[in-house]
């Protein structure tokens, strides 16, 4: 069994594979972060055969951890990579008990972080890789997390999963040297994983204080609309996906982002679109 040991932000992962292939892979697209064999992990995960046939004769990978969702079909032996990007989600998702998680994006700068949630296909990952390259630093892009105590988030820079046309638009704006391989015909269409840049991995363990919260929608008219508080704490229950296990202190948690934090839904027909509301709204916060 080989494997592959990364630290990204506050947490570690490490990866298990009977191919190395996938975690040579995956060691390029973490190149930049802290990888370290002798570090404890806080959570695991294993890729393997679903049987021994599936080893050898068009292979599939199984998606095996600490944590594992018994219904999961296994992916095919080239989107391996894939299956270990699934496997930290699913994780962290399913195993976080300290700090509040959130389905979202997130952006940082002068210490005020942009926290960008929606539906999957609303494009908060691609504006905030977009961001990420015209002077924000890109904190994370499929959890945000917030600590209950200090309020803060922090950061958890993972490489951006970007999916079908997004993959097009990104190129416009980095060099190939950023991207992983592409991965045709997944469950979610064709997707690459886009580097961070090396900033926003040597700064992974400084936090930010939440100052905005952004709902997305990507194809849609210019606009801009307030989003009261009872309505932002009910769609962030349900981008959180281990409020109900914080308790008390999940509500807390979220009752203060909601209370200090204003919240605006954003509609836009393209990613500079986009960029443009999203800086027009964090100039106002000053």
Same mark, same amino acid.
């Given at each position: 069994?080989?494997?592959?040991?990364?630290?990204?932000?506050?947490?570690?992962?490490?990866?298990?594979?009977?191919?190395?292939?996938?975690?040579?892979?995956?060691?390029?697209?973490?190149?930049?972060?802290?990888?370290?064999?002798?570090?404890?992990?806080?959570?695991?995960?294993?890729? =393997?055969? !679903?049987?021994?046939?599936? +080893? &050898?004769?068009? /292979?599939?990978?199984?998606?095996?951890?600490?944590? *594992?969702? @018994?219904?999961?079909?296994?992916?095919?032996?080239?989107?391996?990579?894939?299956?270990?990007?699934?496997?930290?989600?699913?994780?962290?998702?399913?195993?976080?008990?300290?700090?509040?998680?959130?389905?979202?994006?997130?952006?940082?700068?002068?210490?005020?972080?942009?926290?960008?949630?929606?539906?999957?296909?609303?494009?908060?990952?691609?504006?905030?890789?977009?961001?990420?390259?015209?002077?924000?630093?890109?904190?994370?892009?499929?959890?945000?997390?917030?600590?209950?105590?200090?309020?803060?988030?922090?950061?958890?820079?993972?490489?951006?999963?970007?999916?079908?046309?997004?993959?097009?638009?990104?190129?416009?704006?980095?060099?190939?040297?950023?991207?992983?391989?592409?991965?045709? =015909?997944? !469950?979610?269409?064709?997707? +690459? &994983?886009?580097? /961070?840049?090396?900033?926003?991995?040597?700064?992974? *363990?400084? @936090?930010?204080?939440?100052?905005?919260?952004?709902?997305?929608?990507?194809?849609?008219?210019?606009?801009?609309?307030?989003?009261?508080?009872?309505?932002?704490?009910?769609?962030?229950?349900?981008?959180?996906?281990?409020?109900?296990?914080?308790?008390?202190?999940?509500?807390?948690?979220?009752?203060?982002?909601?209370?200090?934090?204003?919240?605006?839904?954003?509609?836009?027909?393209?990613?500079?679109?986009?960029?443009?509301?999203?800086?027009?709204?964090?100039?106002?916060?000053?």
């Amino acid at each position: 069994m080989h494997s592959f040991t990364v630290s990204v932000g506050p947490r570690s992962f490490r990866i298990g594979s009977v191919w190395k292939a996938p975690l040579a892979q995956l060691a390029r697209l973490y190149a930049h972060y802290p990888q370290s064999a002798e570090a404890i992990a806080h959570y695991r995960i294993r890729l =393997d055969a !679903p049987s021994w046939l599936r +080893r &050898h004769i068009r /292979p599939q990978v199984a998606i095996q951890g600490d944590y *594992t969702l @018994p219904e999961a079909v296994p992916l095919p032996y080239d989107q391996a990579i894939l299956a270990a990007e699934m496997g930290m989600n699913l994780q962290i998702a399913l195993g976080e008990r300290r700090l509040m998680l959130l389905h979202a994006a997130s952006v940082e700068k002068d210490g005020k972080v942009l926290i960008l949630t929606g539906e999957s296909g609303s494009g908060k990952s691609t504006l905030a890789a977009m961001l990420g390259e015209q002077g924000w630093r890109l904190m994370g892009d499929e959890f945000a997390l917030i600590d209950p105590e200090t309020g803060q988030a922090l950061p958890f820079p993972r490489p951006v999963s970007l999916k079908n046309e997004a993959i097009a638009a990104m190129q416009a704006l980095a060099g190939e040297e950023r991207f992983g391989p592409l991965l045709k =015909d997944t !469950p979610k269409g064709d997707i +690459r &994983h886009f580097m /961070p840049r090396a900033e926003a991995v040597s700064r992974m *363990t400084e @936090p930010g204080t939440p100052a905005l919260i952004l709902f997305p929608r990507f194809g849609a008219r210019r606009a801009i609309r307030p989003v009261g508080q009872g309505e932002a704490f009910v769609r962030l229950t349900q981008a959180s996906t281990n409020y109900t296990m914080l308790g008390e202190r999940g509500f807390s948690a979220l009752t203060h982002l909601v209370q200090s934090v204003p919240a605006r839904a954003i509609d836009y027909m393209s990613g500079a679109e986009g960029i443009s509301l999203v800086e027009s709204l964090f100039e106002d916060l000053a």
